[in-house]
């Protein structure tokens, strides 16, 4: 099946520091969606890109969707305690047969210290 | 709204055990779905369900079977549970966008483990 190579899988920082990490695929995707994961609960959408070479924030967080179309980051900046987690990229398919299947990537386990 | 709630929250089987994770969803949402998370491994999808009746098999199916047999729930059930179904498992639902978007809201999970 389709393969998502997520990296770092993981990061120990200090608060305050900016925090990258990116997903490569060997398949092409029509939607990378990056989702945070907080210990002992179910993932949350945290951005979803459409569009290849779309640039979208929220709030703090900033994801590009790769020309290609076969990649995507996430950048976090000025990271604080409450950013602690797990991030997942994920990609979607076409609409039609798809049906919102998702392939996720293995995750990058984030720690901050204050 | 409740949202996706999933029960049980924690069970333990024995191998050979049968079992059945329930999912539900008050969001009227037509998609749902089983995925199965593994350290190092992302979660990965074990079946879905487009629609209250039908159901289709995902990347990892063997040894589960499913059923939505009301729109609200998609039930998981392991018929003869072994030592490498050990996992955490989510369930989530969708909605279509006019622009071919799904997006999925996720349960809090179920951590099962075979012994």
């Known amino acids: 099946g389709q393969q998502l190579n997520q990296s770092p899988q993981s990061m120990f920082i200090q608060e305050g520091e900016d925090v990258s990490m990116n997903c490569t695929s060997s398949?092409?995707?029509?939607?990378w969606l990056w989702y945070k994961q907080d210990p002992g609960e179910g993932p949350v959408l945290l951005i979803a890109?459409?569009?290849?070479?779309e640039l979208t924030s929220n709030g703090r967080l900033t994801a590009q969707f790769g020309i290609t179309r076969k990649d995507s980051f996430l950048n976090i900046s000025a990271s604080i305690p409450s950013d602690v987690g797990i991030y997942f990229c994920?990609?979607?398919?076409?609409?039609?047969?798809?049906?919102?299947?998702?392939?996720f990537g293995q995750g990058t386990i984030l720690t901050v210290h204050p | 709204n409740a949202g996706v709630t999933q029960t049980p929250k924690f069970r333990v089987l024995k191998t050979g055990q049968s079992m059945t994770l329930l999912c539900a969803q008050d969001m009227n949402h037509e998609y749902m779905y089983w995925y199965r998370q593994d350290p190092g491994m992302g979660l990965r999808l074990i079946h879905y369900s487009v629609g209250e009746g039908t159901t289709a098999k995902g990347e990892v199916p063997d040894g589960y079977n499913v059923s939505r047999l009301k729109k609200q729930n998609f039930l998981l059930g392991l018929e003869s549970a072994a030592p490498s179904q050990t996992s955490v498992y989510f369930c989530a639902s969708s909605y279509s966008t006019s622009v071919g978007f799904y997006e999925q809201y996720f349960g809090p999970g179920t951590r099962l483990t075979v012994t």
């Open positions: 890109l459409y569009k290849a070479g």
């Open positions: 398949s092409i995707f029509n939607t």
């Open positions: 994920a990609g979607q398919g076409a609409g039609g047969t798809s049906y919102g299947k998702l392939t």
